[in-house]
């Protein structure tokens, strides 16, 4: 039970920090990939599903407060019907991480 | 584009609608959709290569190379949807340093030599070993990620042609205790329902397993359901909160790791004591039992029972339960000290949840549906802990039917198709046979056409002895294909050196990409992988999926199968797969399809499973699938009248288990005093070997975190990010701390995934497994950690 009170004191958190982001403009996107600063990343081919461009782990389970209905500027939903699994197929990326493994492996071949 | 993707989508929405309709139809690929993808010139249908949902992916191909997937709306088994894993397949066969030479150890580095050398060398060190120490002195060590053809030649090249039974399979890892289970309620493998139980069942219970990461689409089709139906009720028993716990589940109990055995054990005491057990199914279905208690954890070398064996391997006798029947009364005896209080005490579950829990289960008006996955089969008590399961929905009379059922969740794409149903394990043989069973020696010498006594009656070293016995020098020679044992088996730490302590020891690996274990090689052969080979898979609801090669493996990798076919060549034994001029892989399956034929495993002709897109169930008779098993009107294996037949057991009743509470093999105390707990996270397969390779998954997850609870972790000084040595008695590794984020570990247990080669956590766990299946517990262990 505690948890559950836990989970909505986090979600009704989240989505004020959503509206707060929304008054105050771009600022969300622009905070949660700094060095990039941009909002779209490329896919990994036509037709894989949109990754995520801020840290999505810190907002689990309150996607919809901002893509539902695209609060400051979130794209919106194009799959109503396939809401509630989110993260399934939408990943959120540390940009900073190179490609694994770090070092040619020449010596390990 | 835009207009493209909403075609597909409108697709997709009537597809699913026809596939409901008609779920045994074949059908085409179809035009429309392919046109929907800009980048692909053709489509073709094969089974994702992950796990063992068994999803059905279109590959899309353009010149010679994957270049897209798609979720394929045809196979009800996904409906067109894929998790990440699925849609980066594309990119899995690209990463710029997979293998595609073969190459041998010299000193500490490997150099290029030609494929002749290599399967020279490989036979040589083989006949070697064979000729100086006898057949059990090789092994080999497949996968649940092996196709059937190559399960199903290595099986027989062991055990028809080198006379040795060393044929094991990563699967030992992950679902022996499943099959253990199986055998010993029903008397036969696998599950008797299907996924179609999710869309027909109104209460979900699971057990241990964090299913919306490790079985993705599974887990959508059950929250969509609970979509649905606002009355449907998901109950989630887990050791720590995670994506499973979140919404929608409706009763989240945390409870103490390996306390499922008394919390079951609580729910049939509840079912029972309020009646709500189904008498007349009882009556006519059931039969009880006890077995041996105090079974011991297989923590020693040559472990018999309780303790090691005073022998050496050659002559020691493995573990085997004692069933004895018992009465409905004595089995409600054994029940009576497990009243939820008593859970209570020993899981920290209150026992009013687990009396809430168990009402739902019995309910009669409703359905049930339970699942789970390694919480339960990596288990020192894993058979039991699966027989108990099984108590619960057959005191209640609540299985083998539409919406009522035990559906046993397995890890990798082919443990059911392979490992389980080929047999491809050291006690078995095709079709669900028994090495030690002189009829189905006789069976399988037949269909092999060889000498009944080319086949050994003795069972080969199980995955723990097999590499605690290359440690110890009694296996000289092993091949090694398709996993990574040197990062995922318990207690790796001894393994790892063993591999290496030299002597005539020998180890071949077989792999795509740089691993733990392909650094622990002396001979690395390039494999093909997923599309670059025919393949068939089976998934968890007895799915039997084909398809073709696509496009070619890099460089001079080849496909594991031809690598079999060739050792046996050098070793004498290439009329072990002389099938003249039919195709290798139709002859194999044509004949291996002789084994389940009759049995209650039948499987359809070879060329059926070519065309049918997303495969079929077995038993497959008169080209229908099965659904469910067990029950008149579904499985043509119940005659009319019969109603309902477990005709895996002779009596055609299945078993209730009285198994009790025993604790687990190491508990936390003063010097370390932290649960350990291991799995996954949904982005990466298994060790990362492949999945790390592709950016957009390494950007997500890209090194294993330690979850540790923030109320441990703030009594030493720990901050989310600090690096933290997680100790035990065995080794340590150091990671990063974080305390929330999917996982939300209790105080007293730390999580940490295995993917990640730099943070191998399996230097720490503990190689205890359970008696019965010889499945190691990766799941509980005692650590301490520390600020690093
Ligand atoms: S759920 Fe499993 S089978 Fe389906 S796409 Fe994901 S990894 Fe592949």
């Given at each position: 039970m505690m948890v559950k009170t836990l989970k909505t004191t986090v979600f009704f958190g989240t989505v004020l920090f959503c509206v707060l982001v929304a008054l105050g403009g771009r600022a969300l996107s622009e905070q949660a990939t700094p060095q990039q600063g941009s909002k779209k990343l490329p896919r990994a081919?036509?037709?894989?599903p949109p990754l995520i461009p801020h840290d999505a782990e810190a907002r689990?389970?309150?996607?919809?407060?901002?893509?539902e209905f695209g609060v400051a500027g979130a794209p919106i939903v194009p799959?109503?019907?396939?809401?509630?699994?989110?993260?399934q197929c939408h990943v959120g990326q540390d940009l900073s991480v190179k490609a694994f493994?770090?070092?040619?492996?020449e010596e390990d071949k | 584009m835009t207009l493209s993707r909403r075609e597909l989508l409108k697709t997709l929405a009537g597809a699913s609608a026809a596939i409901l309709a008609s779920p045994d139809a074949l059908l085409p690929i179809p035009q429309d959709l392919a046109e929907a993808?800009?980048?692909?010139?053709e489509w073709k249908k094969s089974p994702c290569?992950?796990?063992?949902?068994?999803c059905g992916v279109l590959v899309g191909l353009r010149e010679g190379k994957v270049v897209a997937v798609k979720g394929d709306?045809?196979?009800?088994?996904n409906r067109g949807l894929l998790c990440i894993k699925g849609y980066s397949l594309p990119k899995?066969?690209?990463?710029?340093?997979?293998?595609?030479v073969p190459l041998l150890r010299q000193g500490n580095k490997f150099v290029k030599i030609s494929w002749s050398q290599a399967l020279d060398i490989m036979a040589s060190k083989f006949k070697e070993a064979i000729q100086k120490y006898?057949?059990?002195s090789v092994a080999v060590y497949f996968s649940g990620q092996t196709t059937i053809f190559e399960g199903y030649a290595i099986n027989k090249l062991m055990k028809?042609?080198?006379?040795?039974?060393n044929v094991e399979s990563n699967a030992r890892l992950c679902m022996a205790s499943a099959v253990t289970g199986f055998y010993s309620t029903?008397?036969?493998?696998?599950?008797?329902?299907?996924?179609?139980d999710f869309e027909l069942t109104d209460t979900f219970f699971v057990w241990g397993s964090n299913f919306a990461e490790m079985h993705p689409i599974l887990y959508s089709r059950m929250v969509e359901r609970k979509h649905q139906d606002p009355n449907v009720k998901i109950v989630s028993l887990q050791t720590y909160l995670n994506r499973s716990t979140d919404?929608?589940?409706d009763i989240v109990a945390i409870f103490k790791p390996h306390s499922d055995l008394a919390i079951a054990n609580a729910m049939a005491h509840v079912i029972v004591k309020e009646g709500l057990i189904n008498s007349a199914f009882i009556e006519k279905h059931v039969t009880f039992k006890k077995g041996l208690t105090?079974?011991?954890?297989?923590?020693?070398?040559?472990?018999?029972?309780?303790r090691a064996a005073?022998?050496?391997?050659?002559?020691y006798s493995p573990f085997a339960d004692k069933p004895q029947p018992i009465s409905f009364e004595e089995y409600k005896q054994f029940l009576e000290t497990y009243t939820p209080e008593y859970a209570e005490k020993l899981s920290g579950v209150p026992a009013d949840t687990i009396r809430q829990i168990a009402r739902l289960l019995g309910d009669p008006k409703r359905k049930a549906v339970s699942c789970w996955t390694m919480g339960f089969n990596q288990h020192v008590r894993g058979t039991w802990i699966n027989n108990l399961v099984y108590n619960l929905h057959l005191l209640t009379g609540k299985i083998a039917e539409p919406g009522n059922g035990p559906l046993s969740l397995?890890?990798?794409?082919?443990?059911?198709?392979?490992?389980r149903e080929v047999g491809v394990l050291s006690h078995a043989l095709p079709g669900?046979?028994?090495?030690?069973?002189p009829e189905h020696r006789k069976k399988t010498a037949h269909i092999w056409n060889?000498?009944?006594?080319?086949?050994?009656?003795r069972p080969g070293y199980h995955t723990m002895e097999m590499f605690r016995a290359l440690d110890r020098g009694d296996i000289k020679v092993i091949w090694i294909n398709t996993t990574n044992p040197f990062q995922?088996?318990?207690?790796v730490g001894r393994y790892r050196k063993g591999a290496r302590k030299g002597g005539e020891r020998f180890v071949v690996v077989s792999e795509v990409y740089p691993s733990e274990t392909a650094r622990h090689a002396d001979l690395i052969l390039p494999s093909a992988m997923w599309v670059e080979k025919e393949g068939m898979f089976g998934n968890t609801e007895r799915r039997t999926h084909h398809w073709f090669k696509m496009v070619d493996p890099p460089g001079e990798a080849k496909d594991d199968l031809w690598q079999i076919v060739e050792l046996a060549k050098r070793l004498e034994l290439g009329s072990l797969f002389?099938?003249?001029?039919?195709p290798l892989q139709k002859a194999l399956f044509e004949e291996y399809r002789h084994f389940g034929q009759g049995s209650g495993k039948d499987l359809a002709p070879y060329d059926v499973y070519a065309k049918v897109r997303g495969g079929l169930r077995w038993p497959v008779v008169e080209g229908r699938e099965t659904?469910?098993?067990?029950?008149e009107g579904f499985d043509p294996y119940v005659k009319k009248?019969?109603?309902?037949?477990?005709?895996?057991?002779p009596d055609g009743r299945a078993v209730i288990w009285a198994r009790p509470y025993e604790p687990p093999a190491e508990q936390p105390d003063a010097k370390y005093p932290l649960w350990l707990t291991t799995g996954r996270v949904l982005?990466?397969?298994?060790?990362?070997?492949?999945?790390?390779?592709v950016l957009e998954l390494h950007r997500a997850v890209p090194f294993a975190a330690v979850w540790i609870n923030p109320e441990d972790a703030g009594a030493l000084g720990i901050k989310a990010g600090d690096s933290v040595r997680v100790q035990s008695r065995r080794g340590e590794i150091v990671t990063k701390a974080q305390l929330d984020g999917r996982n939300t570990v209790p105080k007293g247990v730390v999580f940490v995934p295995f993917f990640d080669e730099n943070v191998l956590i399996n230097l720490v766990?503990?190689?205890?497994?359970?008696?019965?299946?010889?499945q190691p517990d990766f799941k509980k262990c005692a650590v301490r950690i520390e600020k690093a």
């Open positions: 081919y036509e037709g894989a689990k389970g309150v996607c919809l407060a901002c893509h799959h109503p019907t396939r809401n509630h699994f989110c993260l493994p770090a070092v040619s492996t | 993808a800009e980048t692909a010139e290569r992950f796990c063992g949902v068994g709306p045809e196979v009800p088994v899995v066969l690209y990463g710029r340093d997979r293998y595609n006898g057949p059990e028809a042609g080198i006379g040795s039974n029903f008397g036969m493998d696998e599950p008797m329902g299907c996924y179609d919404e929608p589940a105090g079974i011991g954890y297989g923590v020693e070398d040559n472990f018999e029972f309780g005073k022998s050496d391997w050659k002559t397995t890890g990798q794409p082919s443990a059911c198709g392979t490992t669900g046979m028994f090495i030690a069973n060889i000498p009944v006594e080319k086949i050994s009656p995922t088996l318990p207690h002389d099938y003249g001029q039919a659904r469910w098993r067990y029950r009248g019969e109603g309902v037949r477990f005709y895996g057991q982005e990466h397969w298994h060790t990362g070997t492949i999945t790390r390779r766990t503990l190689d205890a497994y359970d008696p019965i299946s010889k």
